[in-house]
């Protein structure tokens, strides 16, 4: 696997790759790899001749006091994970390549409507960074699919939008929640919580299910269905958070009329913020 930090270095590798007629695939993260990271890599293959992997802990996306200064930095570890899953290129850049002073404020992307509720009325600002971010990556690797996890679907939905609204000749492509045994989304923020608090966590999904499982039994009172959640949620030690019944597309309140529906999720654990969903299509 070949490691770069700068985009010129990125942009003659992917130029040398797209003259041999290979196709690129792009997996963009944090690092603090994990199982479904490394996911990524692998359902890229299948669609993709040349995958590249991206580590860089984005500052714009981060709001004040969230853990921009705590989130853990492995680039070795991580190097070594994607080097095994078969990632061609990592690209690793710095905050100062990626958002040179000179034009750091010059401009961002944003994306309109499908921000300003869930995670973005929670956290200011940050699907404007995400985005400005992924702008960025898109811009200099140029991807003919990029690979995002399900886990942060709401991120996801922001990032189909603003493809599509800027025109980049990019597929998405959604991949499914690698989950632990007990049902806990894999996170890099699980490393926040204690044992004791990890055995709680499962939780969270388990009322996903549940949820879901009432809906498609037919119960089409969803805020009772939420509340029923959040309380099960707060007696089980759980902080604030939000449990919503949406619109799959939208991510709008969900209706009775609705068919594709994701039910989102987020909630406080000890010094974890736990974000989960489950997607599904019910009959009319």
């Not at 997996?27 to 001749?49: F, Q, S, Y």
């Not at 040349?50 to 991580?78: C, H, K, W």
């Not at 204690?194 to 969270?204: F, G, N």
């Not at 099960?232 to 009329?257: M, R």
Request: aromatic letters at 8%; hydrophobic letters at 40%.
């Amino acid at each position: 696997m070949q490691t770069v930090h700068t985009i010129a270095e990125l942009r003659t590798v992917i130029a040398k790759q797209k003259a041999a007629g290979k196709t690129i695939g792009f997996a963009p993260t944090m690092g603090n790899l994990h199982e479904g990271h490394i996911t990524l890599i692998r359902e890229g293959h299948k669609h993709a001749d040349f995958m590249v992997s991206s580590i860089f802990v984005n500052p714009t996306q981060f709001g004040e006091g969230e853990d921009f200064d705590a989130y853990p930095r492995t680039l070795e570890a991580d190097s070594t994970k994607l080097e095994a899953a078969g990632c061609n290129c990592l690209f690793a850049p710095s905050a100062d390549e990626m958002y040179p002073a000179e034009t750091s404020t010059w401009a961002s992307v944003q994306v309109h409507n499908i921000t300003h509720r869930h995670c973005g009325a929670d956290r200011p600002g940050h699907f404007d960074g995400v985005s400005t971010v992924v702008t960025k990556l898109f811009n200099i690797v140029t991807p003919d699919v990029a690979l995002f996890g399900k886990k942060d679907f709401q991120q996801l939905a922001v990032i189909r939008r603003m493809t599509k609204a800027l025109c980049f000749n990019t597929e998405i492509i959604g991949v499914e929640t690698v989950r632990e045994e007990s049902g806990l989304a894999m996170s890099s923020r699980n490393g926040f919580l204690t044992v004791e608090e990890k055995d709680k966590a499962s939780t969270l999904y388990q009322q996903l299910c549940a949820a879901k499982e009432k809906v498609l039994q037919g119960n089409t009172e969803f805020e009772q269905i939420t509340n029923e959640a959040r309380s099960t949620l707060t007696d089980a030690g759980f902080g604030a958070g939000y449990f919503t019944v949406c619109n799959a597309s939208s991510l709008e309140p969900a209706t009775k009329n609705d068919s594709s529906l994701v039910i989102l999720a987020t909630a406080q654990m000890g010094g974890a913020r736990l974000i989960d969903n489950i997607d599904f299509e019910r009959s009319q």
